[in-house]
């Protein structure tokens, strides 16, 4: 029943999601959907060139957004 999850490719994932959070970001004009779609993306990027495991991503991901989210306010300032 699972074995579909086993051919899925997460980088498509990852990708869709960061593009779904910046579109998301102009219709909510709250500055922070932006940095985190952009920390999917970087997320999706890597994903695709390195063997990375979901755990590996997942943790990735919650990292990156706190930094890109941080960098970002510290950008507009």
Do not use: C
């Amino acid at each position: 029943m699972a074995n579909w999850l086993d051919t899925f490719s997460t980088h498509w994932f990852w990708l869709a999601l960061g593009v779904s959070l910046i579109l998301a970001e102009w219709v909510a004009r709250g500055r922070y959907l932006m940095w985190i779609g952009l920390a999917a993306l970087i997320i999706g990027k890597a994903d695709y060139f390195l063997p990375i495991t979901l755990a590996y991503q997942v943790a990735m991901f919650v990292i990156l957004s706190v930094l890109t989210v941080f960098a970002g306010k510290k950008f507009h300032q």
